[in-house]
Structure formats: structure tokens, C-alpha cells
């Protein structure tokens, strides 16, 4: 019973991070904004995070570890590697383009500590891991470089909804522009 507390209260907390994320910028969260958020008092936060960098960088590893799993599924459900290909490019850009990711991404671009940047790349090598396998069962030449330009691609539709163009229209056009280099290969 004890862990579940625990884990209640770290997702309570995490949860207060995100909504002030939504509202202030990460400098200006503190321990204090988050204990009024959550009713906790500054000491309990304390208990289950060491600092609010601790907490920015729980959020990260939080929200990789969601899009690995995510792409992980919905990559499997297709034998065909252009077609993991595809539920790859879609997936990934439909996650990097959410809101809530983008509030993940600026804190990515902060500060992290060393063993969380750590983990953050290591889920970033898994993030890639499925569109390499399937980049890899097609005996394409140069497969390193052909993921990442896919990656790029997604990058930059998940850049363009961001600026407010349309989530499908980007989609539709990256998966497209993948599907069709890939082919000419």
C-alpha cells in the first residue's frame, strides 16, 4: 500500500509541474508554486524529489518513455518494414506535435543532470531503434543516414504544426515525402 502512496504522490506532483508548465516558464516553478498546487507542503515534495530540476527531468524520461512504448505498438502491428516505416513517421510526429510535448521539449532543452540526460539519450536510441529495424530489413544502403533524415523530416512537420499548420496536411506530406525517397533507394 505504501508504494502506491508514493506513486500517487509523484504523479500528483508531476501532474502539478505540467499544469504550471502550461501557464509559467520553468524558471519560474518552484517548490513552493508546486506545494500550493498540490496541497503538499514544501517538505513532503521534498521526499519524492530532490529539486525541481529533478522533477523537469522525471517529466522528460516520462514523456520518451511513453513515445518509445507508443512507437513500439503501433510499429508492430505491420509486417511490411515500409509500412512500420510509415506507422513510424505518423506516430512519431503525432506525439512531437501535441501540446503536451512541446511543453516536454523546452524542458528538455534545460539543464538535465548528468544520469538523467543519460537515461533521456538511451530512450532516444530506443525511440529510434524501430524505424532502424525496418529501415534495416529493406537492404537499403546508407540506413544510418536514411533514418536520419526521416527523423529530420518528422522533426521539421513537428516544428511546422507547432507554428499552427495543420497536424494532417504535415502528416500527410511527411509520410509522403518518407514513402517516396525510400523508394527511389
Keep these: 500500500m505504501k508504494q502506491a502512496i508514493r506513486d500517487q504522490r509523484e504523479h500528483e506532483i508531476l501532474a502539478a509541474a505540467l499544469a504550471e508548465l502550461n501557464v509559467k516558464e520553468a524558471t519560474q516553478i518552484s517548490m513552493a508554486s508546486l506545494a500550493a498546487r498540490t496541497g503538499l ?3 513532503a515534495i521534498y521526499q519524492y524529489f530532490a529539486s525541481v530540476d529533478d522533477i523537469f527531468a522525471e ?3 516520462n514523456d520518451m518513455a511513453d513515445l518509445v512504448n507508443t512507437l513500439e505498438e503501433n510499429v508492430a502491428q505491420f509486417d511490411e518494414p515500409l509500412e512500420r516505416v510509415r506507422a513510424w513517421v505518423h506516430s512519431s510526429l503525432e506525439h512531437l506535435s501535441s501540446g503536451e510535448h512541446a511543453v516536454i521539449r523546452r524542458l528538455s532543452e534545460i539543464n538535465l543532470a548528468n544520469e538523467k ?7 532516444h536510441g530506443q525511440f529510434m531503434d524501430s524505424l532502424v529495424a525496418s529501415v534495416n530489413d529493406m537492404n537499403l544502403e546508407n540506413s544510418q543516414t536514411i533514418c536520419a533524415h526521416i527523423a529530420a523530416v518528422v522533426n521539421s512537420a513537428a516544428n511546422r504544426v507547432d507554428l499552427g ?3 494532417a496536411y504535415e502528416a500527410q506530406a511527411a509520410e509522403s515525402f518518407v514513402m517516396h525517397a525510400i523508394q527511389k533507394n
Design 59 to 61: 517529466l522528460v524520461i
Design 117 to 123: 540526460r543519460g537515461i533521456v539519450r538511451a530512450l
Design 41 to 43: 507542503t514544501r517538505t
Design 165 to 167: 499548420f495543420d497536424f
